[in-house]
């Protein structure tokens, strides 16, 4: 047992993931959550700690997937809860994919259409927290709708 063993299973509802998770996946999240947080994008103080954060997890996630994978201690039931969460994950990733593709110029004409999507994908995460208040991935749908909220400045 490592140092980084206890904090697999937070890291991996911080990226959205499961304990099944593809290089890939992990890839996408991480890009999302730096779009999300990073310092450079956001006026959020709290900004750069979150970016340690998500880099530390990153680095130990991908040291998991090199060693194959990582099994969870057996569960009852999946939590019912996950799925929110991941639409919720999913659309924000779609939202941050869709407007750093495009130009600058582009960017700024569709800030509305980008907005409108980090809405839904807040209200998304907004209803795991509303529904499942005890589930692991509630912590984590807090800390995305509140930095969510800093780029529409709720």
């Not at 998500?54 to 939590?79: F, H, M, R, S, W």
């Amino acid at each position: 047992m490592t140092a980084d063993d206890d904090k697999i299973p937070r890291y991996l509802a911080l990226f959205g993931l499961t304990s099944r998770f593809t290089k890939e996946e992990l890839t996408r999240a991480y890009r999302t959550l730096a779009k999300l947080n990073h310092p450079d994008l956001t006026k959020d103080a709290a900004s750069a700690m979150r970016m340690v954060i998500i880099n530390a997890g990153y680095e130990c996630l991908t040291k998991v997937a090199e060693q194959g994978g990582y099994a969870p201690a057996p569960q009852k039931a999946e939590d019912p809860a996950y799925a929110i969460y991941r639409e919720g994950f999913d659309a924000l990733a779609r939202a941050f994919d869709r407007y750093y593709a495009e130009g600058a110029q582009t960017r700024s004409e569709k800030m509305d259409q980008f907005l409108d999507e980090l809405r839904a994908a807040k209200s998304q995460l907004a209803r795991v927290v509303r529904e499942y208040p005890e589930s692991l991935w509630t912590g984590d749908a807090i800390d995305k709708v509140m930095s969510i909220n800093l780029w529409l400045k709720d």
